[in-house]
């Protein structure tokens, strides 16, 4: 800003000798005329009444401005006054301030007051020459509501900046805690140089009319006066006050805070863990080895030598990544020699490959149907089917998990649908247990549905050589045959595999297929490879099952009943909490079992569920087998 010289402009308004509204901008003398009348028509129309009474003070500030650089903004989403007050006596305390819960008792006085208490922060004395009005910070503007032009807007919470900006910035003030005494409104905040303006979402009960100002001090008693004149009379100009969009903005991310802290308390927070070694029957956590049994690698591909040697050439020869999607210049003879290698290994006439299962899942279900169509959906499916049928716009009919008989019923009232779809997880992946594929295909076709099966845990687990559930039943394949390479193939990226005219359509209209960039070579030459590996090893996919029917077999010695028709064993426990329990008592014992809850399974149904591979050993899993049995004994006999 230029030479221009500055004003305060004050006001004032009451009632009857009570107070209604106040203000104070600073300004220079160009805008003084347009704020002063702003100010005076606040007072008129302020919400608590019209005043008989008020007062304007307009004065020069010549010579003597100082700019300051407002306090940097946190907010603590807090949920209850207790909260918000041991939030602010933590961060006083961290603030080298001793007495904090001492200090936050005071309160009860300060309110009375008109002004902020001035409080030795160490021997708690008051040193504001008058107890009844005590200090008063005044003389303060946000520079930025000059700028904006809107000098005589109301904006609580850069006020409150502004003067915690300027308190912080007084000879021997160490710290300041605020609680407003409206009683509607429960926020509050603690302010030091170096913490900066932590605002406490929470920090009064609602409805507590308590509340007020208490200014921290330590230094010699002499100072106190250099203190209250600089707080009380000299001006300052504060820069950089975040805008109320950035405040609303924090408020959005209280919310999402508030929502994290309710899953927290029902049980149902997730976090990573860093497995540090390549996936396999075993793995470093923490700095521990650990017995997984969570692995979807079930045939303990991804760190076969041939696999990772094939995926570390692809990079050599044909880069890291694709560079584009697969209809523009993402298609390379990797892409092209895998496809082939799926179609031959499932039998069908071509395939197509995607980013991932996920998006394979989405993309076909969005492609084949959409409004006016069906789609008739188990309700144990996988939420990649789910999101599908949601995306699709189709009308979507659940029938009962594996009930194939609901399934023939809701596909007669779906005769005047243009297309209808019906889809199924072949191996449901949270209890393990296989669709009918012989009985859905005969139902599908006898109701001109197009059938969809998704082989995620059937590939490489089902069927002599791991060629899924046609193989294992003998039978022929549905109509949309979906896989993924992340699992048996220990690979990334997912596939289609049906007629060529299948995907040929695919290739045209599937979103993820055409609009995301294909993946790259070294995943791809992976799951190539491990094909290879599978068609030339399938005594691994006998020894998985191997592995499945010893394990439950242990189980079962154990007490633990449970059955699995693939790799994936679930143990039911019912109980959320107590699943969690399970699974950390279990990675105690050094095994690693994962507790799968809501919204993955229906509330109540939580469970451990195991996934064996073909690379554990026999003793691995009667000793899991047994600490399981143990630990479930133990968490149910508490409940
Ligand atoms: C894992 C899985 C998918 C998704 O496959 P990704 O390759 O991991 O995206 C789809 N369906 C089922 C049944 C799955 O278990």
Redesign the pocket.
């Known amino acids: 800003m230029s030479e221009e010289s500055y004003y305060s402009v004050k006001m004032r308004a009451a009632r009857g000798g009570a107070h209604i509204s106040g203000a104070e901008k600073i300004v220079p003398a160009s805008a003084v005329p347009k704020v002063a009348s702003v100010l005076v028509e606040r007072a008129l129309t302020h919400a608590k009444g019209v005043p008989d009474f008020i007062n304007l003070k307009v004065e020069s500030q010549e010579g003597s401005l100082s700019r300051l650089k407002a306090l940097k903004v946190t907010t603590h989403a807090t949920r209850t006054a207790a909260e918000g007050r041991a939030v602010a006596a933590e961060l006083l305390r961290g603030a080298g301030i001793g007495r904090a819960d001492e200090i936050l008792a005071r309160f009860a006085e300060s309110h009375s007051m008109r002004g902020a208490m001035l409080l030795d922060v160490d021997t708690l004395e008051c040193l504001e020459p008058d107890p009844e009005r005590g200090v008063r910070a005044t003389y303060m503007d946000d520079v930025s509501s000059l700028q904006k032009g809107t000098a005589g807007g109301k904006n609580h919470y850069a006020e409150a900046i502004v003067l915690a900006t300027k308190v912080q910035n007084a000879p021997g003030v160490v710290g300041e805690i605020c609680v407003s005494d409206d009683p509607d409104y429960v926020t509050g905040y603690v302010a030091t140089r170096e913490l900066g303006y932590r605002r406490i979402t929470v920090i009064k009960e609602k409805g507590d009319p308590n509340g007020g100002r208490i200014f921290l001090y330590r230094g010699p008693r002499d100072g106190v006066a250099e203190t209250i004149r600089f707080l009380e009379q000299t001006p300052v100009l504060v820069t950089d006050v975040p805008v109320l969009a950035a405040v609303r903005e924090e408020h959005r991310f209280d919310q999402l805070a508030d929502a994290l802290a309710a899953r927290e308390k029902a049980g149902l927070s997730r976090y990573c863990r860093t497995l540090v070694a390549p996936t396999g029957p075993t793995a470093i956590v923490d700095g521990r080895e650990l017995l997984v049994l969570a692995s ?1 690698d079930y045939l303990d591909l991804a760190r076969d030598p041939r696999v990772m040697a094939a995926s570390a050439t692809a990079a050599r020869t044909w880069g890291a990544g694709s560079g584009g999607s697969r209809l523009t210049t993402g298609t390379q003879p990797p892409h092209v020699r895998l496809e082939s290698s799926l179609a031959r290994f499932k039998g069908t006439e071509a395939a197509l490959v995607y980013g ?6 989405v993309g076909a279900i969005t492609a084949l149907v959409g409004k006016g169509d069906a789609i008739l959906s188990d309700e144990l ?5 789910i999101d599908g049928c949601r995306l699709s716009g189709a009308d979507v009919l659940v029938y009962r998990h594996g009930d194939l008989d609901d399934l023939d019923r809701k596909l007669s009232l779906c005769r005047e649908h243009r297309r209808r779809l019906v889809v199924s ?5 949270m209890d393990g247990d296989m669709l009918d594929l012989p009985r859905f295909l005969e139902i599908t076709r006898r109701h001109d549905a197009f059938s969809m099966v ?1 082989e ?2 059937a590939t490489g687990v089902l069927g002599g050589t791991g060629r899924g559930l046609s193989e294992h039943f003998g039978c022929g394949h549905p109509d949309i045959l ?1 896989g ?4 048996a193939l220990g690979s ?3 596939f289609i595999c049906g007629s060529q005219l299948l995907i040929d359509y695919l290739r045209n209209v599937s979103r993820p297929f055409i609009f995301s960039t294909s993946p790259g070579a070294p995943a791809l030459e992976a799951a190539t490879a491990a094909l290879e590996v599978l068609e030339a090893e399938p005594e691994r996919v006998a020894r998985l099952r191997e592995n499945v029917a010893l394990f439950v077999a242990e189980l079962a010695k154990h007490g633990v009943e449970t059955r699995s028709e693939s790799a994936i064993v679930p143990i039911l426990v019912g109980d959320e909490k107590a699943a969690l329990a399970a699974s950390a008592a279990l990675e105690t014992q050094g095994i690693l079992v994962p507790a799968i809850r809501y919204p993955t399974v229906a509330r109540g149904a939580a469970r451990l569920r195991v996934a064996l591979m073909s690379a554990h050993e026999p003793d691995q899993l009667c000793r899991a087998a047994a600490a399981i049995a143990s630990c479930l004994k133990t968490t149910q006999g508490k409940r």
Do not use: P, R
């Open positions: 979807n991932t299962g996920y998006m394979a899942n499916n996988h939420a990649s089917i997880d072949g191996v449901f992946s998704d995620a845990h979906m993924t390479l992340s699992k990334e990226g997912g």
